[in-house]
């Protein structure tokens, strides 16, 4: 039971993200990529996706970004493209319960 324990912990910490080296520091054009350019990302990131996975020249993800800034806008872009979960906040009444 505990190399199993083990095995299933050293598994999760395996899928831990590590750190971006290259944050901070500016990419081929001499940018560093922000929170607006993180949330159009965001808003792009289904399409960019499945152009990745056909072609080495696009990527998911910018790494030369200037950290939280970016992966909110990324994370926020994201939600709002997804849904974010807004709709079922406003569930409409059906006609049973009135």
């Known amino acids: ?13 395996g899928c831990a993200a590590g750190p971006n080296v290259l944050a901070h520091s500016a990419g081929a054009g001499g940018s560093i990529a922000g929170f607006w350019l993180g949330l159009w ?5 289904p399409v960019t996706f499945i152009i990745s996975l056909f ?14 800034w970016y992966n909110f806008g990324f994370v926020l872009g994201a939600c709002m493209i997804f849904g974010g979960g807004g ?3 406003c569930r409409k009444k059906s006609s049973a319960q009135s």
Not at 55 to 68: A, L, P, R, T
């Open 41 to 45: 990302h965001g808003f792009i990131c």
């Open 55 to 68: 072609s080495d020249k696009v990527h998911f993800y910018e790494v030369h970004n200037n950290g939280g």
């Open 1 to 13: 039971m505990l190399g199993l324990l083990f095995v299933a912990a050293l598994f999760l910490v």
């Open 87 to 89: 709709k079922s906040a």
